[in-house]
């Protein structure tokens, strides 16, 4: 053991991971976004503080890249996030789940690498 060297490091930074969104509207994972419906979405790391500036669960048009965000969590575990799709135009979105680790301020984020169709 007295050859081993000793090294310091970071350790990694949690983001939220984002591994399934399901929409009940349309029935389908990964795929669809109906507006004014209910979207899970699965992972870890997925807790927002509402209370905090700058978190929640943002729908962002890939085409312009404007940002809508999503009104009212109604499920907010580190797991499983339930909220109501806010009123999109159609076109294609990504998502981002946006949030802090409690009593922090530096906002972290967790993007899709699904892309979610609005017809």
């Not at 930074?13 to 507006?35: A, F, H, M, R």
């Amino acid at each position: 053991l007295a050859s081993v060297p000793l090294k310091k490091v970071k350790a990694e930074k949690s983001l939220p991971e984002i591994d399934e969104v399901y929409d009940w509207g349309s029935n389908t994972n990964n795929q669809q976004l109906t507006p004014n419906d209910t979207l899970e979405i699965k992972g870890d790391n997925l807790k927002v503080y509402a209370d905090q500036e700058g978190q929640g669960v943002f729908f962002i048009n890939t085409t312009d890249g404007s940002e809508t965000k999503a009104g009212v969590i109604r499920t907010n575990e580190p797991k499983t996030l339930s909220l109501r799709v806010p009123a999109l135009s159609k076109g294609n979105y990504r998502l981002e789940v946006r949030n802090t680790v409690w009593n922090s301020k530096a906002i972290r984020i967790g993007i899709t690498t699904a892309i979610y169709t609005v017809s």
